[in-house]
């Protein structure tokens, strides 16, 4: 069995020596990719010096990084991890083990933190409110959805379109394998404070906010249906709120005193019927796409038929 580790990094020259190390320790059959990502620090050199197999990815952010690692790579178990020395190395043999014997595709690891520092309030928060969203829109059980650390099947990788530039990626992930109905795992892994030196690259506000986007636009890529009904709702019950004086007024006087109110009712019952006949049409379309990456996926060996043993 093939193991490729593979880490995106930006400015970690702190941090990544002991990441490579630790990972080359711990899955010693697997090769280990560095990824830098326009660094300006000695993270290159470091990670080099480590014994990483060093490549470089020009265009910014986390998502482009991911999309060069998963088209340049050929492995058969995938284990994605953040540069910043925060998740355990040592917990990887068993993700591994756990994922090949188990048959899943996407294993992800569940953070537990033991220090106050390693994990912000404000992340915190986020991580559980932009979780317990994604989770109501796609139903999907994972209470760490944003973590950095996950094991991936080769059929998972390679069947995966990635579309997020940045930090978003991690919920683009998770929403590619629960809408094509990929089993999936959670393992719980300590979860450390950075080292010195070493400075979170994620914006609590700004990084949140794209995350936030993300999901509601992958909520009316993969489920237009409810995406566009929902704006039917919002906009028909509007229509009704701003229309139905105005029926009863004309019902008691016989009169339309208020013909642009009326007016405007009607536009927003117009654009309601609309947006829930594009969430129909949009569906099907969508249910075809569906298909065809279902195919892309099945066509490709799943991790119950590899070696357990990495070579």
């Avoid at 059959?29 to 080099?48: M, W």
């Avoid at 949140?208 to 909520?219: K, N, V």
């Avoid at 105005?246 to 016989?254: A, I, P």
């Avoid at 208020?258 to 009712?265: F, I, K, N, Y």
């Amino acid at each position: 069995m093939n193991v490729a580790v593979l880490v995106p990094c930006y400015n970690e020259e702190a941090a990544i020596a002991k990441v490579v190390t630790d990972f080359r320790a711990a899955l010693p059959g697997a090769t280990v990719y560095v990824y830098d990502n326009n660094s300006r620090d000695g993270t290159i050199a470091r990670a080099a010096q480590a014994g990483a197999v060093v490549r470089c990815e020009k265009r910014q952010g986390k998502g482009n990084v991911v999309r060069r690692m998963f088209a340049d790579i050929e492995a058969d178990v995938y284990v994605l991890v953040d540069g910043d020395d925060t998740y355990d190395a040592a917990a990887a043999p068993d993700m591994v083990e756990q994922l090949v014997a188990e048959g899943v595709d996407l294993l992800t690891a569940r953070r537990i933190h033991t220090e106050a520092a390693a994990y912000r309030p404000g992340h915190v928060f986020g991580n559980k409110l932009l979780t317990g969203l994604t989770s109501t829109l796609f139903n999907v059980n994972m209470p760490d959805m944003l973590s950095g650390y996950r094991v991936f099947s080769r059929r998972f990788v390679k069947s995966f379109p990635l579309t997020a530039e940045g930090f978003a990626i991690e919920t683009e992930l998770t929403i590619h394998a629960v809408r094509l109905m990929m089993p999936m795992a959670e393992m719980d892994t300590a979860y450390k404070e950075r080292p010195i030196g070493s400075a979170s690259k994620l914006s609590t506000f700004k990084d949140g906010f794209r995350i936030l986007g993300m999901i509601f636009y992958l909520l009316r890529e993969e489920r237009p249906l409810l995406f566009f009904s929902l704006q039917a709702v919002l906009f028909a019950a509007l229509s009704l709120l701003i229309g139905i004086p105005v029926v009863h007024e004309f019902l008691e006087t016989g009169q339309v005193p208020r013909l642009p109110t009326a007016v405007l009712s009607m536009g927003l019952m117009l654009v309601a019927f609309l947006a829930g006949t594009a969430g129909l049409i949009l569906d099907t379309v969508t249910r075809g796409r569906w298909e065809a990456k279902r195919m892309a996926y099945l066509a490709i060996p799943g991790p119950q038929n590899l070696d357990k043993h990495p070579k």
